[in-house]
């Protein structure tokens, strides 16, 4: 998550433009024409999964009618039995919608005027490799740290970039990506994989570990990296970026690599002046 203003053009998601939260439309609609990888049965299934009120050629996305409490999904409107298992089609259908993650591009960059910024699949690429060569840490499992950099922001290939200042309210972001997580997995056609990227993405939304307390700090090290890097390639100033994750950091790793950035950041500002 960045800090924004507009939706992204590119995104899935059609967001309100509306910065209240009493003022959002109870439906967000996603139109099939962006999912024509899907089968007609399939994309009947997601109506019916996503929408109290289908309307005809979209996709009501309607967070509030899903739970998620378990890490399992309950969708009243979708009959599970019906869920088909995980096969080829399956697998193609979900890879292709995760593709428009690599084109997807970070909503905070795009809004400070970047030109070529980094897609959401840049962004989790590089987390996954801070997991990757972080140094050994005791009861820390690296594996799972690099799995859940993957998967943590993968609903935004549905509901886009959804940023502090598009004016969603943090419950409402997490119920949209919730929504959108469950479907993904239904295309990929459920099973251990699918059940696998839930449990890891409901962890990381809680904090609720180690490694989810690590890769968040991996979240925050990447923004500022990447800030760092457009600031000396663009000549701009990109104090919210370093501000708003100021204090936040959570593990000595984490502290230590921000610290490294901030020292970088400093010595260059003071060689500009």
């Not at 507009?6 to 433009?17: E, I, Q, T």
């Not at 593709?99 to 809004?111: D, E, I, P, Y």
Request: net charge neutral.
């Amino acid at each position: 998550m960045m800090a924004a203003g507009k939706a992204n053009p590119n995104s899935l998601f059609l967001s309100s433009s509306s910065t209240h939260y009493s003022s959002f439309p109870p439906l967000h609609r996603i139109s099939l024409n962006k999912l024509p990888f899907l089968p007609r049965s399939q994309c009947s299934n997601l109506i019916s999964a996503c929408s109290k009120k289908p309307i005809s050629g979209s996709v009501n996305l309607d967070p509030s009618i899903t739970s998620f409490g378990s890490g399992l999904t309950k969708i009243d409107s979708l009959d599970e039995s019906a869920e088909v298992s995980s096969s080829p089609s399956n697998a193609i259908d979900f890879l292709t919608l995760c593709h428009s993650l690599k084109t997807q591009k970070r909503k905070g960059w795009v809004n400070h005027g970047i030109k070529g910024p980094e897609s959401i699949a840049d962004h989790m690429y590089l987390m996954s490799v801070m997991a990757l060569i972080a140094t050994d840490l005791p009861d820390v499992n690296r594996e799972r740290c690099i799995k859940m950099a993957i998967v943590h922001d993968i609903a935004e290939a549905i509901v886009g970039d959804i940023t502090p200042s598009d004016g969603v309210p943090k419950a409402e972001k997490s119920r949209r990506e919730r929504a959108a997580l469950n479907e993904m997995c239904k295309i990929l056609g459920g099973g251990m994989r699918a059940e696998e990227i839930k449990e890891l993405w409901q962890e990381y939304e809680n904090n609720a570990s180690l490694e989810a307390n690590l890769v968040k700090d991996f979240d925050k090290v990447e923004m500022i990296l990447q800030a760092l890097k457009y600031e000396s390639e663009h000549g701009k100033v990109l104090d919210e970026f370093f501000l708003s994750t100021a204090g936040k950091f959570q593990t000595e790793i984490g502290k230590s690599w921000a610290a490294e950035i901030h020292s970088r950041r400093n010595s260059r500002l003071e060689n500009r002046l």
